[in-house]
């Protein structure tokens, strides 16, 4: 999966201070997901069906 060309984002719920933030890509078969603050740096892949049940649970936390 190319992870250059694909359009990262953070969640509206950052803070925008520049810590703590994850971004996510939808990649085509999965979902990818970085650190902003070293997007150069390791990344990690999930499939759309995990990654849309993490986030529905991390939502029924608040």
């Known amino acids: 999966m ?25 990649l085509s078969g999965a979902v990818g997901v970085r650190d902003s603050a070293r997007p150069q740096g390791p990344h990690i892949s999930v499939g759309h069906t995990a990654w849309a049940e993490f986030v529905a649970n991390v939502g029924d936390q608040k």
């Open 2 to 26: 190319d992870h250059v060309v694909s359009h990262w984002f953070k969640s509206s719920y950052s803070g925008g201070s520049g810590t703590e933030c994850v971004e996510v890509a939808d």
